[in-house]
């Protein structure tokens, strides 16, 4: 597609409940990346995708949090048991090249997610 | 990982050329500096990326001094258009494993 993809835009959901954001990527991009932006903050890395390579995982906060990465295009950042403290926006960004080296990341309008 | 600092707020007026300086000390030598801007409730935009010297688009200048230890995104002539949080970031495929981390950004304020 012409630019990278999320849905949904807004979720609200109970404390406790599973949830799932989808994110489709640029048709090509090999590389794509999850972030969690709480308000009024700064992006927290998440987790990598890289071709077929094992993701980098390092960033996931908790075993709640879990994505993949199905054909190498579109992801799936699921979050069990949701807590309050999930609540925020779950941006989704592609790359052509890993790290951005050769145009950056192109970023998804992300995903706002509200625990009750 | 290669850190980077960066002003927390800076004010303009329109019209004005805007100069936001970031500090990365231990840039690794395989790491591109990219700048991104992010308005609310937007994803962050990528706008300009560089190696080292100077970088220009339609957009923005990037002035990378020859040690690489900082980096400065000239915006020309700010309009009110323009306030938004601006971060820089260091990384590449040699370096992080691929992915780019954020810092806190500069919020870049335009006034009339």
């Known amino acids: 597609g012409a630019g990278v993809s999320q849905s949904p835009s807004n979720k609200v959901t109970e404390k406790g409940k599973d949830v799932e954001l989808r994110c489709d990527p640029i048709s090509g991009h090999t590389a794509l990346y999850w972030y969690r932006q709480s308000l009024g903050q700064g992006l927290e890395f998440l987790i990598y995708f890289q071709g077929n390579s094992a993701p980098d995982k390092s960033g996931l906060p908790s075993d709640r949090f879990s994505a993949e990465r199905t054909g190498g295009s579109v992801s799936t950042l699921t979050i069990q048991r949701t807590q309050q403290e999930d609540s925020a926006v779950y941006l989704c960004?592609?790359?052509?090249?890993?790290?951005?080296?050769?145009?950056?990341?192109?970023f998804g309008s992300g995903t706002r997610l509200t625990v009750v | 990982l290669a850190k980077t600092t960066q002003p927390i707020s800076m004010d303009s007026y329109e019209g004005q050329e805007v100069n936001i300086t970031c500090s990365h000390n231990?840039?690794?030598?395989?790491?591109?500096i990219t700048w991104y801007q992010q308005f609310p409730s937007q994803g962050p935009r990528f706008i300009i990326q560089?190696?080292?010297t100077k970088v220009t688009n339609e957009v923005a200048s990037l002035f990378i001094p020859a040690d690489r230890k900082s980096s400065t995104l000239s915006l020309p002539r700010v309009s009110l258009s323009d306030t938004a949080v601006y971060y820089c970031l260091v990384g590449g495929v040699y370096n992080q494993g691929g992915k780019l981390i954020f810092g806190q950004g500069t919020e870049l304020s335009v006034k009339p």
């Open positions: 560089g190696y080292k």
């Open positions: 231990n840039i690794a030598t395989n790491d591109y």
């Open positions: 960004a592609s790359s052509l090249a890993p790290g951005g080296a050769d145009y950056g990341y192109t």
